[in-house]
């Protein structure tokens, strides 16, 4: 099943992504009555009626979601997930075809991940559609375009996701799009991580050690692994 024959699935079928009520909330319908409204009876205190916030339960229904969603997506699509998510995006078909389908409509793709040797193969595929980053122990999951955000807390190696948090309060999505640019701000280029893993390098770090002890353990640690050490000190900053 291709992209496309997804889309018309979701549209199909679409209509209120019913909610989530606390005693049946593992029973997710899909309503034919209404299109284009996303309704829940968990969560939507919103006085603007066009505004929601839900949360979206079962595997199948997250993945039309994230489609849905992909596929509203005009300019931008920007994604934080910890290191299953490359697994997720290139290795659950209809995510992938999705984002191969955005990436062809001139949508920007940015992803944040944590890039291991375990996921290095689907992050090199991922980075021939996107803009990939590596950020150290990244948590989590999330997805923010120009109008709608989504997250999850858990992922899991190349599955789909088990539940989703959706939103389109303008607030809400303002919020994590800046979370997001302070991510992406912090993260370093992808060539660099999958350099250091396939050549055994050691990650270039700048770390403030203030604690004695760590200091201490630190510099002893240092000087056992190194032939020559040259050192810059006020004077008597180096008794110790």
């Not at 920007?108 to 040797?117: A, H, L, N, P, V």
């Not at 309060?169 to 303002?174: F, G, N, S, T």
């Amino acid at each position: 099943m291709n992209f496309n024959d997804n889309l018309k699935d979701i549209n199909g079928n679409q209509g209120t992504i019913e909610g989530i009520d606390k005693n049946t909330c593992n029973n997710f319908n899909l309503n034919k009555n209404n299109s284009n409204d996303f309704s829940s009876n968990l969560i939507n205190n919103n006085i603007n009626l066009y505004e929601k916030t839900i949360v979206v339960y079962g595997e199948k229904e997250t993945t039309k979601l994230i489609i849905k969603v992909l596929y509203n997506s005009k300019n931008r699509w920007d994604n934080y997930a910890s290191s299953e998510g490359p697994t997720i995006a290139m290795g659950v078909t209809p995510l992938k075809n999705g984002m191969k389908n955005a990436y062809e409509r001139g949508v920007k793709i940015r992803y944040i991940s944590e890039i291991t040797k375990h996921n290095i193969h689907h992050c090199k595929e991922l980075m021939k559609i996107s803009k990939l980053r590596h950020l150290d122990e990244a948590k989590g999951g999330m997805a923010v375009n120009e109008t709608e955000y989504i997250a999850t807390a858990y992922l899991q190696e190349a599955k789909p996701v088990a539940h989703l948090i959706y939103s389109n309060v303008k607030e809400i999505v303002a919020q994590q799009q800046q979370i997001f640019e302070t991510f992406w701000n912090q993260a370093i280029p992808a060539e660099q991580k999958i350099k250091e893993i396939e050549e055994g390098m050691e990650p270039v770090k700048t770390k403030v050690l203030e604690n004695e002890d760590d200091i201490y353990n630190h510099f002893n640690s240092s000087i056992k692994k190194s032939k020559e050490r040259y050192a810059c000190s006020s004077i008597g900053g180096m008794q110790m």
